[in-house]
């Protein structure tokens, strides 16, 4: 079975009704949440604080999304924390990002070509908490989606150049294990704050069959409620898989 065929076996029913007032916990929650945390320039110019404190603000945010992840047993939380496009912004700026960065666990994204001290602490976040087994926090960091399914492209054209593999072993399994992303779940649920309605690059691959919930908080201003809301909007779908409604009679 694919990623989504395996969530749709997997995931218990969530009733005919599709939503019921049970709590969160005996509900199908999704094992994996992915956050587009957008906002934070928003947010400060919107005080008249320079962009920075709203990064700084976006960092605090973070720590309660993975509290509120934990709480509501949540397997893997992702946050794009860092896009492959974001080096378009002013070089101060990045600098402010780089400086803010609380990573742990899992960290996606392209790591050739990063300065060696900020290589270093992505090496070293994952090497540190490498035996922990609550929650995954996976950390988008110089991340691109395209540029991820390139880079798994050119890994799976050297195996089959270098006669390691067959070219019609190349199934759903065999990108997806040559993704940063191996080993992790599909996203089920992608939250984005600030309202914009697009990817931006985020998980191209794995989010094929994920469900979108798009908020008008800025990123500093999303709070467990904010979650909680977000999770009960995910309660609230119907996920077909391109099949027919588990939920209509
Ligand atoms: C998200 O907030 C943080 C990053 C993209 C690194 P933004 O910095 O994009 O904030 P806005 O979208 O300009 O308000
Ligand atoms: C997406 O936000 C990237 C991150 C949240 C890290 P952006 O603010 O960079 O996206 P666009 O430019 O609005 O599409
Ligand atoms: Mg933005």
């Given at each position: 079975v694919n990623g989504a065929e395996a969530v749709a076996q997997g995931a218990p029913d969530s009733g005919p009704t599709g939503f019921s007032a049970k709590p969160l916990a005996v509900q199908a929650v999704p094992a994996h949440v992915a956050i587009i945390m957008d906002g934070n320039g928003r947010w400060a110019a919107g005080r008249g604080l320079p962009r920075v404190e709203g990064h700084r603000r976006g960092v605090e945010a973070v720590r309660r999304a993975v509290r509120s992840a934990i709480d509501l047993g949540v397997r893997y939380l992702t946050i794009?924390?860092?896009?492959?496009?974001?080096?378009?912004?002013p070089a101060a700026e990045v600098a402010d990002l780089m400086g803010l960065l609380n990573v742990r666990v899992r960290i996606i994204g392209e790591?050739?070509?990063?300065s060696a001290d900020i290589a270093g602490l992505l090496d070293e976040a994952e090497e540190r908490t490498?035996?922990?087994?609550g929650l995954t926090l996976v950390v988008a960091f110089n991340y691109g989606g395209r540029q991820e399914i390139l880079r798994a492209v050119r890994r799976l054209a050297s195996a089959v150049a270098e006669g390691r593999?067959?070219?019609?072993?190349?199934d759903f399994d065999a990108l997806s294990g040559a993704l940063d992303t191996t080993g992790i779940p599909d996203p089920d649920l992608v939250i984005r704050t600030s309202?914009?309605?697009?990817?931006?690059?985020?998980l191209t691959w794995q989010t094929a069959y994920a469900e979108y919930v798009i908020v008008p908080e800025f990123w500093p201003d999303f709070d467990d409620d904010a979650f909680r809301a977000a999770l009960d909007e995910y309660h609230r779908r119907d996920r077909r898989f391109g099949g027919l409604s588990g939920k209509a009679g």
């Open positions: 794009y924390s860092f896009s492959s496009e974001n080096w378009r912004r790591r050739a070509g990063l490498r035996s922990n087994t593999l067959a070219p019609e072993a190349i309202g914009e309605q697009r990817l931006s690059n985020f």
